[in-house]
């Protein structure tokens, strides 16, 4: 158990709706990395936020946002859903604010099945 | 284009059968390699990070190496536990100038007991 969680472990809509995906980081650490996962493209970066703020940002489409509250845990919000957007989504968390260091600590991940 | 690729993409092996995975990269001014464990359905978990050629961090029956151009996670004596795929990551300035994890797309680590 990494001490991230994550909510909901899986989650069926439809094509053109809007999700939610929900991360509580490890006690502690400030930065919260969301990374997508599927078969042909493998763990894909999406963004970062570092207590807060937007620190990083990978290969998000502009359907997706994300937001780290106040008490560090984050949302990342997905619309206009399409069939490809079906993937594992992870919640990752670090103490410091970059990801040099590496240790990034994953949640169980959201699977998410588009029809 | 900065690149991490994994070879093989999957590998099966007797219990007892040492052998080695490899990742190779094309990053310039490289910051540090990484290598995770993933079990199926699950989220990664960190194994070990390098930061410098010649450089080695051991782990149970799992050993990991740098060069300058490639790393090595050797794995000696394998158990049917140590079944998994095993991804490797490393740090890259975007465009935009901030940093992300670039992910290897793994090996699958099969052990037959």
């Known amino acids: 158990d990494s001490g991230v969680t994550q909510t909901p472990k899986h989650l069926i809509t439809a094509t053109g709706q809007r999700v939610t995906l929900r991360c509580s980081p490890r006690s502690g650490d400030l930065s919260v990395y969301w990374y997508q996962q599927s078969l042909d493209q493998g763990l894909q970066f999406l963004i970062q936020?570092?207590?807060?703020?937007?620190?990083a940002k990978g290969n998000i489409l502009e359907r997706f946002s994300a937001q780290q509250f106040p008490d560090l845990h984050s949302e990342l919000n997905l619309s206009s859903l399409e069939l490809g957007d079906s993937a594992l989504y992870f919640c990752a968390s670090s103490v410091v604010d970059s990801p040099w260091t590496g240790e990034q600590y994953f949640g169980p991940g959201t699977r998410l099945t588009v029809t | 284009e900065d690149q991490v690729t994994q070879s093989p993409e999957a590998l099966r092996l007797q219990e007892g059968e040492s052998s080695s995975l490899n990742c190779s990269y094309t990053?310039?001014?490289?910051?540090?390699l990484f290598w995770y464990r993933q079990d199926p359905g699950k989220g990664p978990e960190f194994l070990f990070t390098?930061?410098?050629a010649g450089e080695e961090k051991e782990k149970e029956r799992l050993k990991a190496t740098l060069t300058k151009k490639e790393s090595f996670l050797h794995i000696t004596a394998p158990k049917p536990e140590d079944s998994a795929t095993y991804l490797c990551?490393?740090?890259?300035?975007?465009?935009?100038?901030?940093?992300?994890?670039?992910f290897g797309k793994g090996t699958k680590l099969t052990v037959n007991p």
């Open positions: 390098l930061y410098s």
């Open positions: 990551a490393v740090p890259v300035i975007t465009q935009g100038g901030s940093e992300k994890l670039v």
């Open positions: 990053v310039s001014g490289l910051r540090g």
């Open positions: 936020y570092y207590n807060g703020e937007e620190r």
